[in-house]
């Protein structure tokens, strides 16, 4: 298996502008989580979801951010407007649940920079 | 205060060493506690796991709990210079991916 497949590595935009980013989680997991990590607060987790609906969504720090999963291979995380304070690696990861449930299985993250 | 704390470090030891990191934490429901290794530019990934109090070994790598003192460890034996990365502690209530709650990881550098 790949792995959990997150694109693109690298993205630095403008503040203002409009940032998607993508993941692809590990075929037949059930559970995707969008993490977000800096030096001042660590690894924290956005949102997550089950079998495609969003279950949690309290950790997005407002509503310039969004995210989807329209399928079980794919979801994205949007940000608009961006801005500065948003500069962090964002990491997607998947589960499988029950069994695994406690072994998160993270993308190699995207690293965001905001001009 | 941080539910769960950890010493950023960087720890630097020599190849050979034996390594301690730790962690508290604040909130005593907590029953599942995994350590995470996280290379430079990727993502974290499960080296350790254990319920409860009680110690697991498996290989060079040894997690301890001690729920009584709210404290958990990692020890490496014979440390490695591929051993250096962060290690980020987590835990969390349930037997759910959804309520981990991560420490901030303890940088590791271990010198050849």
């Known amino acids: 298996d790949a792995g959990v497949i997150q694109s693109p590595r690298h993205e630095v935009t403008e503040m203002g502008q409009e940032v998607t980013l993508r993941c692809k989680p590990i075929s037949g997991h059930d559970y995707l989580f969008w993490y977000r990590q800096t030096m001042m607060r660590g690894l924290e987790l956005l949102i997550y979801f089950n079998n495609n609906v969003p279950i949690d969504d309290s950790g997005m720090p407002e509503d310039r951010f969004s995210a989807k999963m329209p399928n079980a291979s794919f979801s994205t995380l949007k940000i608009q407007p961006s801005e500065p304070r948003d500069s962090a690696v964002y990491f997607c990861?998947?589960?499988?649940?029950?069994?695994?449930?406690?072994?998160?299985?993270f993308g190699s993250g995207t690293q965001l920079s905001v001009l | 205060q941080k539910e769960v704390e950890q010493d950023p470090g960087p720890l630097s030891v020599p190849e050979g060493a034996i390594v301690s990191l730790n962690c508290t934490y604040s909130n005593s429901a907590f029953q599942y506690f995994m350590w995470y290794r996280q290379y430079s530019r990727k993502g974290p990934e499960l080296l350790m796991y254990t319920y409860s109090s009680g110690n697991k070994e498996d290989g060079r790598f040894t997690a301890q709990v001690d729920k009584s003192s709210k404290y958990i460890s990692l020890f490496i034996r014979d440390s490695q210079p591929s051993d250096s990365a962060t290690y980020l502690c987590?835990?969390?209530?349930?037997?759910?991916?959804?309520?981990?709650?991560f420490g901030s990881g303890t940088r590791l550098s271990i010198r050849p």
């Open positions: 987590a835990m969390s209530m349930y037997s759910s991916a959804s309520k981990i709650i």
């Open positions: 990861a998947s589960s499988f649940f029950p069994g695994q449930g406690e072994k998160l299985f």
